[in-house]
Every structure is written in structure tokens, then in C-alpha cells.
T-cell receptor
Framework: KAGVTQTPRYLIKTRGQQVTLSCSPISGHRSVSWYQQTPGQGLQFLFEYFSETQRNKGNFPGRFSGRQFSNSRSEMNVSTLELGDSALYLC?????????????FGPGTRLTVL | GQQVMQIPQYQHVQEGEDFTTYCNSS?????IQWYKQRPGGHPVFLIQ?????EVKKQKRLTFQFGEAKKNSSLHITATQTTDVGTYFCAGWGLPGGSYIPTFGRGTSLIVHP
């Protein structure tokens, strides 16, 4: 079974731009969660989607948004990029909700904002 | 808001020595998960603990969830070089509160051969 895939793997943007990241979950998984990982703040939960509905949202500004499609693939969008948005963005999929089932993480997208 | 403190931040051990990392939550947790992340890699799920006082073992790894469901620990017996990585805990709040995961900052394990 193929694992979680994320595209692109690396991205360089400038302040003020916007970016869209993509995540394809393991086949059959209905939940996709997004996380931001930085050396300063560690791993932080962004949001979780289950069957195309946002279930939970972390403490991030509205510039961070996401969606999930009927095939469970998910996208995350960050608008008006700031330098502090430079991070590794990880998505994870699970069969059920993230708090109850094993989460499988993708390799991440490394975003650099200049 | 919910906070999860994890100590120590780093741990150097000689191969064969034991290792323990601890997580403490400011609030009662519904459940806690443990992950391992190798350098340059992504987090890999290790285990989930749900019940008060629960103890689970995976070969040389022992996971505990406190009676009050506010703390947890991971103990590795006789470390090997393959155990190198950062170990994270992630605590989920109680339903009705903020049921989102809060991660500890992780403990980086360095094993010297």
C-alpha cells in the first residue's frame, strides 16, 4: 500500500505571496491532518479534515486554510506569506479520526519564505 | 490552553544503557500518542495510550500513562544505535474541551556506540 505523499517537497516563496500544498492520504483513509514543524515551536496542529469536513482547528491565523476533496486528498493554503511561515509542513492520514487511530505522516513540504 | 512539557530535551547514552523521556500535561488528557522521528525524517507512530494507569510494551520499549491521565513516559531498555531519533508525545484534550493534539517538544536520543 502506498504511503502518504506530499507535493511539492520543497518550495521557496517571497513574503506576501500565497502557497498551496497538497497531500494524498493512504488509500481508504478518510482523515487528513496538517501540522507545522519549526525548530522554535516544534510540532503544532493546524487542522484536521474528515470526509471533506473540517473537524478541528489549531491556533493559527485565518491565513492558513485547507480543504479536502471527495477522494480524501487534501490541500493546505497559506496566503500573504510571512517570514515566520518558513517551516516543514507535514500531513498525516488515518483511517478514522486522528485522535483515535494511528496517524501515518507524509515526508513533508519544506517551505522557505524569503 | 493545554500545554505538554517533555523532558529531557536531549539525552546522550552509551549503547546498552537505558533511556526514559517524560511528558506532563497541564490538563487531563483523553489519550496520548507517542512518535519517533529520525533525523531528516517524518514522525512515525509508536503507540496510543487511552486508559488511566495503562502500561504497554513493544519489545524494549515500555509506555506508561499516569493514573491521573496527565503524564506519560517512554522507557527504552538497553538502547541500540537504531534507537537514535527524537521521541515526541502528543496529548489529546478531553471531549467537550479542545480536542486537538498538543505535542511535547520532543527528546532527542543520541546513542554512542
Amino acid at each position: 500500500k502506498a504511503g502518504v505523499t506530499q507535493t511539492p517537497r520543497y518550495l521557496i516563496k517571497t513574503r506576501g505571496q500565497q502557497v498551496t500544498l497538497s497531500c494524498s492520504p493512504i488509500s481508504g483513509h478518510r482523515s487528513v491532518s496538517w501540522y507545522q514543524q519549526t525548530p522554535g515551536q516544534g510540532l503544532q496542529f493546524l487542522f484536521e479534515y474528515f470526509s471533506e469536513t473540517q473537524r478541528n482547528k489549531g491556533n493559527f491565523p485565518g491565513r492558513f486554510s485547507g480543504r479536502q476533496f471527495s477522494n480524501s486528498r487534501s490541500e493546505m493554503n497559506v496566503s500573504t506569506l510571512e517570514l515566520g511561515d518558513s517551516a516543514l509542513y507535514l500531513c498525516a492520514s488515518s483511517l478514522g479520526t486522528s485522535g483515535t487511530d494511528t496517524q501515518y505522516f507524509g515526508p513533508g513540504t519544506r517551505l522557505t519564505v524569503l | 490552553g493545554q500545554q505538554v512539557m517533555q523532558i529531557p530535551q536531549y539525552q546522550h547514552v552509551q549503547e546498552g544503557e537505558d533511556f526514559t523521556t517524560y511528558c506532563n500535561s497541564s490538563t487531563t488528557l483523553s489519550n496520548i500518542q507517542w512518535y519517533k522521528q529520525r533525523p531528516g525524517g517524518h514522525p512515525v507512530f509508536l503507540i496510543q495510550l487511552v486508559k488511566s494507569g495503562e502500561v504497554k510494551k513493544q519489545k524494549r520499549l515500555t509506555f506508561q500513562f499516569g493514573e491521573a491521565k496527565k503524564n506519560s513516559s517512554l522507557h527504552i531498555t538497553a538502547t541500540q544505535t537504531t534507537d537514535v531519533g527524537t521521541y515526541f508525545c502528543a496529548g489529546w484534550g478531553l471531549p467537550g474541551g479542545s480536542y486537538i493534539p498538543t505535542f511535547g517538544r520532543g527528546t532527542s536520543l543520541i546513542v554512542h556506540p
